[in-house]
């Protein structure tokens, strides 16, 4: 059945990111949710608080592993072994961004993706949509899937 690398900064980590890992677990023996470190970013929290939060939400399933990194997600994915990546398209447009990063990855690693589109009634909700609510103070209990954010 293979591993995918889901990554992402998951700044929050929301339920459409985890509508996506629950539908991969049909498709991949294993799933890597890859924390991302970019320094040039300015995140709500620290990585190490969002692996932690995130791995707590898998804490019983074995086919969930979290773990941070830093640097090109191909070369990630080479280090852990895995034969994927997987990616979440909420739209048209995320659609056209993940094809053309794909093919990127297949041109410069070899490393093919698979993209899951997001559920229609989990499609508005994005990560900067999230963040946007919080620096407001509204309440964003339904969007996140790890309790840090609410």
């Known amino acids: 059945m293979g591993t995918a690398v889901f990554a992402g900064s998951f700044d929050p980590f929301t339920v459409g990111h985890a509508d996506i890992v629950q539908r991969a677990l049909r498709l991949f023996g294993k799933v890597i949710i890859a924390v991302g470190y970019n320094e040039n970013k300015r995140y709500m ?5 969002r692996i932690a939060a995130i791995a707590s939400l898998y804490a019983s399933d074995p086919r ?3 773990c941070g990194y830093e640097g090109l ?3 990630f994915v080479r280090r852990t072994g895995a034969d994927f990546i997987l990616r979440g398209a909420r739209s048209a447009i995320d659609f ?3 094809r053309t990063l794909a093919d990127t990855n297949r041109a410069v690693a070899g490393v093919e993706t698979v993209i899951l589109f997001s559920r229609p009634e989990l499609a508005f909700v994005s990560s900067s949509m999230v963040r ?3 620096h407001n103070g509204y309440d964003v ?6 309790a840090d954010y609410r």
């Open 141 to 146: 209990t339904s969007y996140v899937a790890v």
């Open 45 to 49: 929290l620290p990585t190490d608080r």
């Open 132 to 134: 946007e609510l919080i």
């Open 96 to 98: 056209e961004f993940e």
């Open 64 to 66: 969930v592993e979290v």
């Open 73 to 75: 997600t191909v070369d």
